[in-house]
Structure formats: structure tokens, C-alpha cells
């Protein structure tokens, strides 16, 4: 069994799904559970995200060879009816499929981003139309061209890089350490329930599948993504309502039947009507059919981060730092600090 296993496709069909992304249904993002907005500011947005993906990675010395190759295009027929389909498929992954997804634009729209790359695809295309007059003119010169190029580049991408805010916390190398404290929370045997998104849904995975590590925990992904579904094999082909309704019944019956505690990692405890109490990096449910004594959170070695993120999982994670320091302050009897 795959230490991460993209919704356990051992069967044809869940294989399909999977590559279909079924769960999400026709051109729906994890988010975007919403019609596109019929408006011009919708529409506005869209091409606006799409612009900035655009030059975020080929810049803008990227973005006029683009405009380069498609003028150039214009003045042979071949040219032309690949430049229109190189236009066609930027236009309906890029804006079109970033209106289509209803998914909000706010901050980073880190869940876009990781479509940002399809559109791309036809704007190096035009890049190539633009370059390949160059082949007529000696490869002496075209050479030139090419190091001059591959210089704007470099100059251009460290321009946008030392302008650039931090990344958001899907490319941040503190997911790793994320997951250690995670697991520095958790009793030496206990129910660990992960629904805090990929971040930190593959990094327990990762931590306790992989590296072999606190054989006690028993983790299960309640997105069914890097773990087995415990809610049935339906559960792999619903989102939204159903997927929670699935949730709370089957996550009711383990934690009213546990003998080990119970542990969530999760930004939302609201969103499923199982009562949980945060406790460091998680929330514990409650009832116990067997309470253990309470155990001290070993403060001094989880990992705090100190910045102002505005990416929504960073966001949740700095004010999770704020409240376990405020916890150790209050402990040790520190009254100013901690409020």
C-alpha cells in the first residue's frame, strides 16, 4: 500500500474517477460550490487572475513574445490557425475556467493556482512562433537572441522575486515541521482525525506512514484522499453536505466507542456537530467511553512562526501560534502577556 494514495484507486472505476475527478463533478473546483457569477466584475477578475498567472511565470518579457508570435502569425495561414487555437486554449483554461470554477479571488486564490500552469501551455507555443523566424537568420545570431533573452529573463524573475510576499503555506518547507508538532500533541495512543486540508493531511501521512513514526496514532485523512475511506466506498464519488452528513455519523460512533482519546487536526471544529476543545495544535472530542488523564503539551518544543500571512491555511496556522504562546505565558503565570 502507497504511503500517499490518491483516494485508494485499486479498482478500474475508482481509477476513472480519480483521473476524471468525479468528486468534484463537471468543472468544479473543492470550493467552488457556487454558479459562476453572471457580471462584469466576475468576468473582470477572471481575466485578471489569469493575466497575473501569466506574467507571475513567463514575466513580461515572456508576455510580449507572446504578443510577438501572434503578430507574426498573422501574416501566414498555417500560422494563423495554430495561433487561434493556441488563443482558444489559453482562453478556456485560463479566464474562462477560473469563471467557470466559482471559486473567489480573494488573497492568493491559492486553489487556482495550481491550474495556473495549463493556460501556459499555448502562450509558450506563441513564444515558439515568435522565435522560429530567428532559424533564417543564421544560428550565429540566433544565439545571441537566445542569451540576451535567457538574461531578461533571469534579470526580470529576480526583480518579481525580491517584490514577491512569502509563498502560502502549500510551498512552504514548514509543512514538514507542521506535522512533527502535530504529532508531538498527540498521547502516545490516540485517534488522530485529519481534515486541515493537504498541507497537513499529507504530511501526517507522510510522517506516519513512511518514516514508521508514533506507531500508537491511528491516522485517518477524512478527505479519504491519502488514506482509506472509513465511510464507505460511496463516499469517494460525494462532496459538500453529503460527505459531512457521511462524517459525523461514522466519526460519532468512534469517538462515543474509543478507548484512546480522540484528536482533530482542523481549522474549522464547526464543521461537523461533533463537540471538540482545542488543545495546542488540535481540538480533542468529547465523550470518552474511558477519560485518561490529562497530558501536558510540551510547549518548548513545537515550532512557532512569526509572520503576518494572508493565505487562508497560514492564517489559521499563525493564529494557532498566537494561542499557544498565550497558553504558555498563562501557565507560567505571565497575565500581561498572555492577554
Known amino acids: 500500500q502507497p504511503v500517499l494514495d490518491w483516494e485508494d484507486p485499486q479498482t478500474l472505476r475508482r481509477f476513472w474517477d480519480v483521473v476524471t475527478r468525479a468528486r468534484y463533478g463537471f468543472l468544479s473546483l473543492a470550493q467552488g460550490e457556487r454558479a459562476p457569477a453572471m457580471s462584469v466584475r466576475a468576468v473582470h477578475d477572471a481575466l485578471s487572475h489569469a493575466k497575473r498567472f501569466h506574467i507571475d511565470n513567463l514575466g513580461w518579457t515572456g508576455t510580449l513574445l507572446i504578443l510577438f508570435g501572434s503578430l507574426h502569425?498573422?501574416?501566414?495561414?498555417?500560422?494563423?490557425?495554430f495561433m487561434a487555437t493556441c488563443w482558444l486554449h489559453i482562453f478556456f483554461t485560463g479566464p474562462f475556467f477560473f469563471w467557470f470554477a466559482g471559486?473567489?479571488?480573494?488573497g492568493e486564490a491559492g486553489v487556482l493556482s495550481r491550474f495556473a500552469l495549463l493556460p501556459l501551455a499555448g502562450g509558450v507555443a506563441l513564444i515558439g512562433l515568435g522565435l522560429s523566424p530567428l532559424w533564417s537568420s543564421g544560428i550565429r545570431l540566433y544565439r545571441v537572441f537566445m542569451i540576451a533573452l535567457l538574461a531578461a529573463f533571469i534579470v526580470e524573475a529576480g526583480a518579481r522575486n525580491r517584490a514577491s510576499t512569502l509563498p502560502n503555506l502549500r510551498w512552504d518547507y514548514s509543512v514538514r515541521e507542521m506535522g512533527l508538532n502535530i504529532l508531538r500533541s498527540v498521547p502516545k495512543d490516540a485517534v488522530l482525525f485529519a481534515?486541515?486540508?493537504d498541507e497537513t493531511e499529507f504530511s501526517l501521512a507522510y510522517l506516519v506512514n513512511g518514516e514508521g513514526r508514533r506507531p500508537g496514532v491511528k491516522f485517518t485523512d477524512c478527505n479519504a484522499g491519502v488514506s482509506k475511506s472509513i465511510y464507505g466506498d460511496d463516499y469517494y464519488r460525494v462532496w459538500g453536505k453529503p460527505r459531512l452528513r457521511a462524517r459525523e455519523h461514522v466519526e460519532s460512533v468512534v469517538v462515543s466507542q474509543s478507548k484512546v482519546p480522540?484528536?482533530?487536526a482542523t481549522v474549522d471544529p464547526a464543521?461537523?456537530?461533533i463537540y471538540r476543545v482545542p488543545v495546542g495544535l488540535l481540538y480533542r472530542a468529547w465523550p470518552l467511553a474511558d477519560q485518561p488523564k490529562p497530558e501536558t503539551t510540551p510547549w518548548n518544543r513545537l515550532l512557532c512562526w512569526r509572520a503576518d500571512p494572508q493565505e487562508l491555511r497560514s492564517r489559521a496556522l499563525y493564529r494557532t501560534d498566537l494561542d499557544l504562546v498565550g497558553r504558555d505565558l498563562f501557565e507560567k503565570g505571565q497575565m500581561d502577556g498572555a492577554l
Request: hydrophobic fraction near 40%.
Open 195 to 197: 481534515d486541515r486540508a
Open 73 to 81: 502569425s498573422l501574416a501566414r495561414r498555417y500560422h494563423r490557425r
Open 271 to 273: 464543521m461537523i456537530d
Open 103 to 106: 471559486v473567489p479571488f480573494g
Open 262 to 264: 480522540v484528536f482533530y
